[in-house]
């Protein structure tokens, strides 16, 4: 175990909190809360500050000037906030210069474990690159799935197994197959076989193919799997402040 530099975890249930200290995570929900934080952040937020619970969300935004809501709940908007889960709504004019406070039904939850670690990045795919350039220097990586109530879902994996590919790219031996946790060989076989010549189609296709892919189809907010499907849009890696417990654009 002492040789693994590259850990994933397909839920965070499934990592114990401090097996993460002094680790670097990744925390992944790529069907929306990683996707939309990473974009209200580019398109001006000033910062997020992600809470659990539907009413801790009130009393925080309460005591913040000019704080927005934003988050859901089983994918539909929650009663009285300004904002849902969809990052198409974190237009410029409507999030710059704004105090974004944050919960959602399995995102939120993953960034709660992860109180252990040394430095927190929200991953996705419109981050990809930026994110593993984030973390490529530090030993000792976990990609963290948020998954769905629970379950395994396989757009998380599909990212993992993206970051994986892309961090071997960059650090050859470093972050070699023979340093990967069993479920990172696993995410990384799954991105090989779903998306070969890793282009944005293969990737949607695949996001439409998921759970958390045909949830969205079901509720009618299909184009988000669009907005979550593009490559490398965006150029930073958010990163999760832990003691002020905010994420802001790094």
């Not at 009393?59 to 927005?68: M, N």
């Not at 994110?131 to 990212?159: K, P």
């Not at 979550?228 to 002020?244: E, G, M, R, T």
Request: glycine share 8%; aromatic share 6%; proline share 4%.
């Amino acid at each position: 175990m002492d040789d693994l530099m590259l850990r994933v975890h397909l839920l965070p249930d499934l990592v114990e909190p401090m097996a993460l200290k002094d680790g670097v995570v990744v925390v992944i929900d790529v069907l929306r809360a990683t996707t939309t934080i990473t974009t209200a952040l580019e398109h001006g937020a000033k910062r997020v500050i992600p809470c659990l619970e539907v009413d801790e969300a009130r009393r925080v935004a309460a005591e913040h000037p000019q704080a927005v809501l934003g988050g859901e709940r089983g994918g539909c908007p929650i009663p009285g906030f300004h904002f849902g889960n969809s990052p198409a709504e974190y237009r410029h004019e409507l999030i710059n210069g704004r105090t974004l406070v944050f919960t959602t039904t399995n995102g939120t939850r993953a960034l709660m474990r992860c109180r252990a670690a040394a430095a927190v990045f929200i991953g996705s795919f419109v981050n990809l690159s930026a994110v593993c350039e984030a973390v490529r220097a530090f030993d000792n990586v976990h990609l963290l799935c948020a998954g769905t109530n629970g379950q395994i879902t396989s757009e998380d994996v599909l990212f993992a197994g993206a970051a994986v590919h892309r961090l071997s790219n960059m650090q050859g031996d470093r972050f070699a197959p023979s340093r990967w946790n069993d479920s990172a060989q696993l995410a990384f076989e799954f991105w090989r076989c779903r998306v070969p010549n890793i282009t944005r189609e293969q990737v949607e296709n695949s996001l439409r193919l998921s759970h958390g892919g045909r949830n969205l189809t079901s509720l009618g907010m299909q184009d988000d799997i669009t907005l979550a499907s593009q490559v490398d849009k965006f150029s930073c890696a958010p990163h999760l402040n832990l003691h002020a417990w905010e994420i802001r654009k790094s």
